[in-house]
């Protein structure tokens, strides 16, 4: 089984940043993706970005490109979401979850954090 743990949420002022964490335990991600999601209220929960956590490769949503930064310390098995020009629209429920390499569905889920952005 693995567990991940989210840290970093917080109320924001627009154009501010945040830093979340995802820390994993219970086994080696070299053959995992890892995603961050988010969910606002009244709308569909949306892949904000995925990375398989062997190669780099990282992909982002037009929303968030050039705003959001994805980095990893492969050491503590944790990812980080760097989150700058933070804006209104970004407030969501943040999620941080694992798939295996070649597959569909994520399996794995952080508990959630909240980021808020005020105007």
């Known amino acids: 089984q693995v567990q991940l743990t989210e840290s970093g949420g917080g109320l924001v002022q627009a154009g501010g940043s945040l830093r979340l964490s995802c820390a994993a335990s219970?086994?080696?991600?070299?053959?995992?993706?890892m995603g961050w999601f988010r969910q606002a209220p009244g709308k569909e929960r949306e892949l904000v970005t995925a990375?398989?956590?062997?190669?780099?490769?990282?992909f982002y949503a037009d929303s968030v490109k050039g705003r959001f930064a994805l980095t990893r310390d492969n050491g503590k098995n944790t990812a980080y979401l760097q989150m700058n020009d933070l804006k209104v629209e970004d407030t969501a429920v943040y999620y941080c979850?694992?798939?295996?390499?070649?597959?569909?569905?994520?399996?794995?889920w952080g508990q959630g954090t909240q980021v808020t952005v005020s105007s």
């Open positions: 979850a694992l798939k295996p390499r070649g597959s569909q569905e994520y399996n794995y």
């Open positions: 219970g086994r080696p991600l070299t053959m995992y993706v």
């Open positions: 990375f398989t956590w062997s190669e780099g490769r990282t």
